[in-house]
């Protein structure tokens, strides 16, 4: 399974990244996920993602594009991935088509997350991690026992200096700027579902390579954004 999960900042890519992680027994590789490790042990190429991160801007396409090619390249993406936060530029697309064509693996699906943005920006200023073990939690969807403490390992709740209001509004306009054209860059080859980002009420879709699959919210809910 190769699959790139497309959508706006709290879409929901990384609650259906984990749970597809989970049923296809593939790799996820976040970008995000892996330069905020490289911010947090202070390496050059985190000090440099930082002040683009800060503000909500991307992070040059040449830095980004060479974490993925290294990341694909490793054993445990032989069967599959999922990228989750890549590509997020028409050029990193394309560079991300060379590179599977070099290393002799076909093409991904995009699955594309569609979510009102109004819905985003509730989701995304209300989102909070534990600063010790990583667990997420948001104060309205998935709140913690004791306000700002980790269920799980009682470290401090906190929340991402991007998930600020006016941090999230920049990278949503980034998004509608430079991300959203891949989704029709995606499918004029063929290689794009559309699947309805997650409710606030009811059932959770899981995207499915397969088709949309339905799952009790309940089962999802310590991975809600
Ligand atoms: P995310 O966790 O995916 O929302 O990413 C957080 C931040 O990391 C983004 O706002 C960007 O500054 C940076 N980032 C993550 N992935 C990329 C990418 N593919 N290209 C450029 N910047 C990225």
Do not use: W
């Not at 990244?17 to 995000?32: D, F, H, N, R, W």
């Not at 209001?165 to 989704?183: D, G, S």
């Amino acid at each position: 399974m190769q699959v790139i999960l497309l959508g706006p900042p709290g879409a929901g890519k990384g609650t259906q990244a984990k749970m597809l992680t989970e049923q296809y027994g593939v790799p996820q590789i976040s970008t995000g996920d892996i330069l905020r490790a490289a911010v947090a042990a202070g390496t050059p190429l985190g000090k440099e993602a930082k002040t683009y991160m800060d503000r909500g801007a991307l992070v040059p396409d040449e830095a980004v594009t060479g974490i993925v090619r290294d990341r694909l390249t490793e054993p445990d993406c032989q069967a599959g991935y999922l990228l989750d936060g890549f590509p997020r530029t028409v050029a990193q697309a394309e560079a991300l088509t060379r590179m599977l064509k070099e290393l002799g693996t076909s093409l991904p699906t995009g699955v594309s997350l569609d979510v009102t943005e109004e819905e985003l920006i509730r989701r995304l200023a209300g989102r909070r991690t534990c600063q010790a073990c990583g667990e997420p939690f948001h104060v309205e969807f998935h709140p913690p026992r004791v306000g700002g403490i980790c269920d799980k390992c009682s470290g401090n709740l906190i929340q991402r200096d991007d998930d600020q209001e006016e941090t999230i509004r920049r990278r949503l306009q980034v998004y509608r700027e430079q991300t959203e054209p891949l989704i029709g860059y995606y499918q004029r080859q063929g290689l794009l579902k559309t699947v309805k980002g997650l409710g606030d009420t009811g059932d959770i879709v899981c995207t499915d390579i397969e088709g949309p699959r339905r799952v009790r919210r309940s089962n999802c809910r310590s991975a809600v954004p």
